[in-house]
């Protein structure tokens, strides 16, 4: 285990580029294994990602070990509100990828009813709050994971926001909790998706300047 993290240094972090993607969904996969955004396919993966590296209050940085293959990433956005406007506009180019989805998976339907409707509700969001949406490896315990996260809220700092905050499941994940909340995240709350309680974390930056 020793060995695997020495090769892990900020060096090989950097923001993401398009010729990134497929190694983005690639990596997705691996570390959401089942999950909605997984189960939607590699192609919704893409242009969910192709959405977030063309909204310029994005964040998406990327992991790259000593091979040059990613490994790694993290992404998220400033107000979050204006994201998913972002995202609404694109839903023409999206609408043949969902009905393929559905066509695969029909019990899709009522989650991505569910998505829809969380996401035309989103309220506004603060520009000084940046929202991580997701952070994935494909190499577990290797310290890659701790080393996005810092790399993200860096980031987030230099573009003015004080606060970074995130939903993660609440319930039989005491892993990746305990993860947050060793890199300075803090419980605020709980948020109801359907039959899944997420928790809501945050990390105060003004307590690290």
Do not use: W
Not at 73 to 92: I, L, Q, S, T
Not at 130 to 137: D, K, P, Y
Not at 146 to 157: I, M, Y
């Amino acid at each position: 285990m020793k060995d695997k993290k020495r090769c892990v240094s900020s060096s090989h972090v950097r923001y993401a580029v398009k010729n990134d993607l497929p190694d983005v969904v690639r990596v997705h996969r691996i570390a959401f294994k089942g999950f909605f955004l997984d189960r939607m396919g590699s192609r919704f993966l893409r242009a969910y990602y192709e959405a977030i590296l063309e909204y310029n209050a994005a964040i998406f940085l990327v992991h790259i070990d000593e091979s040059d293959r990613l490994d790694g990433f993290a992404v998220g956005f400033r107000d979050p509100e204006k994201f998913y406007d972002h995202f609404r506009r694109r839903r023409f180019r999206l609408l043949p990828i969902i009905a393929l989805s559905l066509l695969r998976r029909p019990t899709l339907l009522g989650e991505i009813a569910r998505n829809t409707e969380r996401v035309a509700a989103t309220g506004k969001g603060a520009a000084s709050v940046v929202e991580l949406s997701s952070i994935a490896t494909s190499r577990l315990g290797t310290g890659i994971g701790s080393l996005l996260l810092q790399a993200f809220c860096d980031r987030s700092r230099t573009v003015g926001a004080r606060e970074v905050t995130l939903t993660t499941d609440r319930d039989d994940n005491a892993p990746v909790l305990n993860f947050y909340l060793r890199h300075g995240f803090a419980r605020r709350g709980t948020e109801v998706r359907g039959a899944r309680v997420l928790q809501v974390m945050g990390r105060d930056l003004a307590i690290d300047d």
